[in-house]
């Protein structure tokens, strides 16, 4: 069993199979035991249970930490495919191309204080968060 079902919903089998769809790999490994998959795959796995609770909003917090990139990408492209889905996702994340890209408003905090905010179309062009978190001038 991959996930977990909300207590009296039904559709256990569909919500399985759409997981199954998001991360082909984890169906590839649906009889490995958790603790022996990759960083990569544990976390798809933990993305997969917790949506198979159908939540309304989901926190992710740093999804990216300690991946390789090409597992990063997919990350972020399931986090993406699982915002068409209408789902509201709180996203807590120092890659801030990737965070921005994929949101629609955020807040950049410095030393636990909020240093600015705004749409995240915003703060990706404004000069100060480019040179600061992404790197570019």
Do not use: C, W
Not at 17 to 43: C, H, V, W, Y
Not at 111 to 132: P, Q, T, W
């Amino acid at each position: 069993m991959m996930g977990t079902t909300a207590i009296g919903m039904s559709g256990y089998e569909d919500d399985r199979a759409a997981m199954f769809d998001l991360f082909p790999r984890l169906k590839e490994r649906r009889n490995q035991i958790a603790g022996t998959m990759s960083g990569g795959e544990q976390q798809m796995l933990a993305i997969g249970r917790a949506m198979m609770a159908r939540p309304e909003l989901i926190l992710f917090d740093e999804p990216s930490l300690g991946l390789a990139p090409l597992i990063v990408k997919r990350i972020f492209e399931v986090l993406a495919e699982i915002a068409s889905m209408g789902k509201t996702i709180f996203l807590v994340e120092q890659n801030a191309h990737h965070a921005l890209r994929l949101s629609n408003r955020a807040y950049v905090m410095v030393n636990g204080r909020i240093h600015m905010s705004g749409e995240s179309a915003s703060l990706l062009d404004n000069e100060d968060v480019r040179k600061a978190y992404l790197g570019l001038h």
